[in-house]
């Protein structure tokens, strides 16, 4: 019996794909660097700052010293144009979603977040529409650990205090999330309505797992 419904964030509750993209590309324009150098840094830092141990800020701040182009002008504009873009995921939700987390806790059923996110995103997460419908939520930046690590999933389901057979994990399958969920126990399906076929998005469709392509379809699920 499903007690629970543990959630990933990024392309299943939201996506960063109906709005402006800014991810290294696009902050490498800004800060007028070749792409390549601003990647240096930026992806050799994506482990340390998904779990906790850099923020945004030290990053960038690094990115524009090394590259000798700081300024607090530039500084200050590439972060605040970071975070407001993560914000502005939160405006193109699926028509659904809301529907589809209250139809959840009209059924008494828990709620729980498991996402890889950094520390920008975790301050635009906790501040989010979406955020008082969960019951548990644990975010690797605050975590110190990621998907696909097993203890994630357990302290997650530790505070809804359920078993991983009551559990149903909804991820769009990045990270190896479902694969995790499904060793653990879990029922898992692959969200899909927010994939869009060959564009940049992290997951396609996974032939081993039930895929659902529209939020309230999960209901039949439980």
Request: glycine share 4%.
């Amino acid at each position: 019996m499903i007690k629970a419904v543990i959630f990933d964030m990024y392309e299943t509750l939201i996506t960063h794909y109906q709005s402006p993209l800014y991810f290294g590309k696009q902050m490498a324009a800004d800060a007028g660097i070749p792409e390549s150098k601003f990647r240096e840094l930026w992806d050799s830092t994506e482990q340390d700052r998904t779990i906790g141990k850099l923020t945004l800020e030290q990053v960038i701040e690094s990115i524009l010293r090394e590259n000798e182009c700081y300024s607090e002008e530039l500084f200050q504009k590439i972060v605040q144009k970071r975070i407001q873009i993560k914000e502005v995921c939160f405006q193109h939700l699926h028509k659904d979603i809301i529907l589809l987390l209250r139809s959840l806790k009209e059924k008494r059923l828990k709620v729980g977040l498991i996402s890889n996110c950094f520390s920008e995103e975790t301050k635009v997460i906790r501040k989010s529409v979406l955020f008082p419908y969960f019951d548990a939520v644990c975010l690797s930046y605050e975590q110190g650990i990621q998907k696909p690590d097993a203890e994630i999933y357990k302290r997650c389901m530790n505070q809804l205090s359920v078993d991983a057979q009551e559990c149903l994990y909804v991820g769009d399958g990045g990270s190896h999330e479902l694969e995790a969920a499904r060793e653990l126990g879990m029922n898992a399906v692959q969200a899909v309505w927010y994939l869009r076929e060959g564009t940049t998005q992290p997951c396609g469709r996974k032939a081993d797992f039930e895929q659902i392509d529209n939020p309230m379809d999960l209901l039949n699920r439980i």
